[in-house]
Nanobody, 122 residues
Framework: QVQLVESGGGLVQAGGSLRLSCAASGSIFSINDMGWYRQAPGKQRELVAT???????NHADSVKGRFTISRDNAKNTVYLQMNTLKPEDTAVYYCNALVSVVGNSRVYRTYWGQGTQVTVSS
């Protein structure tokens, strides 16, 4: 019913920048919080940043001052601008969204994208 599709990952040198995008589509009635998570090899998935429907943001301490989350509600899209990238930022980045669907608008469910690889070389 709902699909999240990420784009924008790739290979970049340390100190460089990337911008990730995640577009939600399907039978969407409303989207509450949206967020980005990442998972490095051999590690658990961790929170990177979240943004509420009104635009309030939260960033993990490890990315504060370097990454910025934003969203375009008209496009059902969340972005992650990543600057001053470090090798330790290398991971698969996943977006998620808390979504209610047409026909069941009072119930919110979390949906995940398929992930996009970000690799930062030293």
């Amino acid at each position: 019913q709902v699909q999240l599709v990420e784009s924008g990952g790739g290979l970049v040198q340390a100190g460089g920048s990337l911008r990730l995008s995640c577009a939600a589509s399907g039978s969407i009635f409303s989207i509450n919080d949206m967020g980005w998570y990442r998972q490095a090899p051999g590690k658990q998935r961790e929170l990177v940043a979240t943004v509420t429907s009104s635009g309030s943001t939260n960033h993990a301490d490890s990315v504060k001052g370097r990454f910025t989350i934003s969203r375009d509600n008209a496009k059902n899209t969340v972005y992650l601008q990543m600057n001053t990238l470090k090798p330790e930022d290398t991971a698969v980045y996943y977006c998620n969204a808390l979504v209610s669907v047409v026909g069941n608008s009072r119930v919110y469910r979390t949906y995940w994208g398929q992930g996009t690889q970000v690799t930062v070389s030293s």
